[in-house]
């Protein structure tokens, strides 16, 4: 019996040691525990009735050495269970109580003190090991909240590492990433394999927006991304860096008319319409390439080149792609030396306004003079106004500008006939800044000029580009008493639909609807809707790029009064036009010039 009980203990032991390095799951750990509880007890039992019989075989010191053997044996046993406290309950129960009667029964006085002294120390034991469980309990609880917290901050991390370089919309790289990725594509190139960045805009997408809601515009920005991810390859990285700009990096080519045809690609699958609930949407988008390390070296000077091809698609060719090559270098060259140049113009106010009537067209009487930068360097000669307003934009220098030339502006101004007015043009960065505003009031404020005898112009790009703060903005400009124009009306992507949420006094025709005019039908049905609808909406109209007598006769037919153009007068300078005289003297020199 003996031989059997060690063996079944060494066994047992043997199969712990196997278990020293596996980590158990929850279901195995619990059958364990249940299956120790029942072993010990077992053996408990078994090495007492084997205890119990040699009892009876011996003497006085024999049956001492047994209640020694016992009782060291159970306490040890329960000590060695501190932590598993069933089992240690279980072998008190099973071992412990029959040991303490069975020895009470034998009337020694001897065995009956080692009964009771048992009985007082099995349970002082059975008293600690509750109160070491329950401490053991609330580490292992506590560790476990810990391991708990730390998977939940772990997860938090994640979510919010996929946050900082993922678009939430598309699911593609961000800004972040992409911007990472290519840095570390450059780090890693030492032997500069050639690859290409390109830039991808929509052409077209604002409009989504305005008309079919924001939800239909990201379900189109969704869309985009998911046929740009099956037209590339799989080493393409692609990414969504602005609201309707995209990214790629890509491992491709030189050459570049491989470059073109995959921008042909591209561009020919987003011009597939988009379905949306509301009906088709059709949308285009224009590309920008630069070849590393052709175009530069670093990732800023990569992304600055495909920038200005991008642009250059843009401006000439919208929905074609552009590489950028050595004569763009040179126009950046060219365009940094007007950027120092016209900084330091600003600074010495080196600026200068000339002026074009606006007529009456019934009678030839000028009623407003519509007020024009120019800027004239002298080792750069004459700069055009859209190349010098679009770099004094994008250096932030535009509101000084604004600002120097409305005051020299509004000086002429008051030397004028009281009837007439100033029609001055505003600039994105000027109807977003809520100073601007202000300042421009106080320069009237200033020179005592009421605020009805200027009209501020804002073309029809700027007013779409963001319809609501663009309307916010004119509605404060009127509250102050200033007249509002829409520019350029018919230039861009607008509908007639809305005028109605646009707030403005008076729109001026685009000059594109005037130049064939007189041989083209639909033009001058467009021009008459247009005329009609201000007279419904009670707002001023005039029409720009007018050049001839015919032209002017045809418009007032069509019932326009206000009109402005070569035929009248060319852009000049305040001395050169005659504010008291009607516009019959400047038109041969118009004419003429």
């Given amino acids: 019996m003996a031989a059997i009980l060690s063996f079944g203990c060494i066994t047992r032991a043997l199969k712990w040691y196997g278990f020293r390095h596996k980590n ?21 039992v078994g090495f007492s009735i084997w205890s119990y019989t040699l009892y009876f075989y011996g003497d006085f010191a024999l049956r001492s050495h047994v209640i020694y053997y016992m ?9 060695c269970l501190i932590h598993l406290p069933a089992a240690a309950w279980s072998i008190s129960i099973s071992v412990g109580i029959p040991f303490v009667v069975f020895f009470v029964f034998t009337g020694e006085p001897i065995f009956i003190a080692i009964a009771s002294n048992f009985a007082l120390v099995t349970i002082v034991l059975v008293t600690v090991t509750l109160s070491y469980y329950r401490a053991f309990s609330l580490v292992i609880n506590a560790k476990q909240e810990l391991e708990q917290q730390h998977r939940h901050t772990q997860k938090l991390n994640d979510q919010n590492e996929i946050l900082a370089n993922q678009d939430g919309l598309t699911k593609l790289a961000n800004r972040r990433s992409f911007a990472n990725h290519l840095n570390r594509k450059l780090a890693s190139n030492t032997v500069k394999h050639s690859f290409i960045v390109g830039l991808i805009d929509l052409d077209g997408f604002k409009p989504v927006n305005d008309i079919h809601g924001h939800a239909a515009g990201d379900r189109v920005l969704s869309d985009v991304s998911e046929r740009l991810r099956k037209l590339l390859s799989e080493d393409c990285f692609l990414a969504r860096i602005g609201g309707d700009e995209f990214a790629l990096v890509i491992d491709h080519s030189e050459v570049h008319e491989e470059i073109h045809a995959l921008g042909k690609r591209i561009t020919t699958a987003l011009q597939v319409p988009f379905k949306m609930r509301t009906g088709l949407v059709q949308i285009s988008g224009s590309c920008g390439f630069a070849i590393y390390p052709e175009a530069g070296n670093t990732a800023e000077e990569l992304m600055d080149r495909a920038d200005f091809a991008l642009y250059e698609a843009k401006s000439k060719s919208r929905g074609a792609s552009i590489i950028f090559n050595n004569e763009h270098e040179r126009l950046i060259r060219e365009k940094s030396r007007v950027e120092l140049a016209l900084t330091q113009s600003v600074s010495s106010k080196q600026m200068s306004l000339h002026y074009q009537p606006i007529v009456d067209g019934f009678n030839d009487e000028i009623v407003g003079l519509e007020a024009l930068a120019r800027w004239h360097h002298s080792e750069l000669g004459q700069i055009p106004p859209e190349q010098f307003i679009a770099i004094a934009e994008k250096t932030g220098i535009v509101t000084e500008i604004t600002l120097y030339l409305f005051e020299k502006a509004i000086t002429d101004l008051k030397r004028w006939p009281s009837h007439m007015f100033l029609s001055f043009n505003l600039s994105v960065h000027d109807i977003i800044s809520p100073d601007t505003i202000q300042q421009l009031s106080q320069v009237l404020q200033k020179y005592d000029v009421p605020a009805n005898r200027v009209q501020f112009e804002i073309t029809e790009t700027i007013m779409m580009s963001d319809l609501d703060h663009c309307s916010n903005v004119t509605r404060e400009l009127q509250q102050k008493g200033f007249k509002v124009a ?13 005028i109605h949420k646009l707030a403005f006094d008076s729109l001026k025709i685009d000059r594109s609807f005037v130049h064939n005019l007189h041989i083209d039908i639909r033009s001058q049905g467009v021009v008459k809707t247009i005329l009609e609808l201000c007279t419904s909406f009670n707002v001023g109209c005039t029409v720009e790029g007018v050049e001839s007598e015919e032209q002017k006769n045809l418009l007032l037919t069509l019932g326009c009064k206000h009109m402005q153009g070569y035929y009248f007068y060319r852009p000049g300078p305040i001395e050169d036009i005659n504010l008291t005289g009607i516009a019959s003297s400047s038109k041969q020199n118009a004419n003429s010039g």
């Fill in 24 to 44: 158990f799951s929850l279901k195995e750990a619990k059958h364990q525990i249940k299956m120790t509880v029942l072993f010990a007890v077992i053996m408990g």
């Fill in 71 to 79: 009782s060291i044996t159970v306490i040890g046993i329960i000590v």
């Fill in 486 to 498: 829409l520019d350029d009306f018919g230039s861009g992507y607008s509908s007639l639909s809305y």
